[in-house]
C-alpha cells in the first residue's frame, strides 16, 4: 500500500540551529501539505503546495520556516533557526487533485534544547 | 481551532461497552474527515462525510453528519483495545478547491479490560 514517507522520524537540536525535514508523497499525488502539531492539539496547516507551487503559507512564519517542492514530487520544510517554541510533530500529508481526503506520514517529532 | 470543538476531550471506556465523540461546528461543514492517530504516530484516515444526514460505517466505527451539516459524531460499537487512541475530526470550511482542513484538538480514548 502507498504511504507518504517522511524523514527523520525523531530530531533533536539545539536552539539557534538549522534542521530540515523531507517528505515523499505517495506517488500521483500532485497537493502536498506540511502541518505542525502541537502535544494536545489538533494539526496546524503550515503550507501547502500544489506541484511545484505554494497555493497557501498563511501561517507559516516566514522570518525561519521555508519550505520548497523543486520538481514537485518531495518535499522539504526547513527551520533556521530553531527557538524552543518549534518543538512539535511536523506532518506532512499528500492527495490527489481537488481531493481534501489527506493521506498523512508518520511525522517528525521534533524537540528544540 | 476555535470554529471547530471536539467534545469530549477525553473518556474511558471498558472493553465491549459503546462510545460516542462529537464534533461541532459554527460554520457549514461542506466536507467533515474522521481520523485516528496514535501516540507519536501520523494521521490514519477513517471516514469522510460530505451530506447532510449522511452516515458511513466501517467495521465497528460509525460517522454520521447532521442534516444541518454543523456537527459530526463518531460512534463505536463494542470497544476493544485496538480502538485506542487519539480521534480528530477535520472540517472543510470553504467551497474553495484550495480550502484547508481544520483540525479539532482531538479525543483521546483509552479502552480498559
Known amino acids: 500500500e502507498a504511504e507518504v514517507a517522511q524523514s527523520p522520524r525523531y530530531k533533536i537540536t539545539e536552539k539557534s540551529q538549522a534542521v530540515a525535514f523531507w517528505c515523499d508523497p505517495i506517488?500521483?499525488?500532485?497537493?502536498l501539505y506540511w502541518y505542525r502539531q502541537i502535544l494536545g492539539q489538533g494539526p496546524e496547516l503550515l503550507v501547502q503546495?500544489?506541484?511545484?507551487?505554494?497555493?497557501?503559507d498563511s501561517q507559516l512564519p516566514k522570518d525561519r520556516f521555508s519550505a520548497e517542492r523543486l520538481k514537485g514530487v518531495d518535499s522539504t520544510l526547513k527551520i533556521q533557526p530553531a527557538e524552543l517554541g518549534d518543538s512539535a510533530m511536523y506532518l506532512c500529508?499528500?492527495?490527489?487533485?481537488?481531493?481534501?481526503?489527506?493521506?498523512f506520514g508518520p511525522g517528525t517529532r521534533l524537540t528544540v534544547t | 481551532s476555535q470554529e471547530l470543538e471536539q467534545s469530549p476531550q477525553s473518556l474511558i471506556v471498558q472493553e465491549g461497552k459503546n462510545l460516542t465523540i462529537n464534533c461541532t461546528s459554527s460554520?457549514?461543514?461542506?466536507?467533515l474527515y474522521w481520523y485516528k492517530q496514535k501516540y507519536g504516530e501520523g494521521l490514519i484516515f477513517l471516514m469522510m462525510?460530505?451530506?447532510?444526514?449522511e452516515e458511513k460505517s466501517h467495521e465497528k466505527i460509525t460517522a454520521k453528519l447532521d442534516e444541518k451539516k454543523q456537527q459530526s459524531s463518531l460512534h463505536i460499537t463494542a470497544s476493544q483495545p485496538s480502538h485506542a487512541g487519539i480521534y480528530l475530526c477535520?472540517?472543510?470550511?470553504?467551497?474553495?478547491?484550495?480550502?484547508?482542513?481544520?483540525f479539532g484538538a482531538g479525543t483521546q480514548v483509552v479502552v480498559t479490560p
Open positions: 503546495f500544489q506541484d511545484e507551487s505554494v497555493v497557501d
Open positions: 477535520g472540517a472543510d470550511m470553504t467551497t474553495d478547491s484550495w480550502g484547508k482542513l481544520q
Open positions: 506517488s500521483g499525488h500532485a497537493t
Open positions: 500529508a499528500s492527495s490527489l487533485t481537488g481531493s481534501k481526503e489527506q493521506y
Open positions: 462525510l460530505q451530506k447532510g444526514g
Open positions: 460554520k457549514t461543514l461542506y466536507g
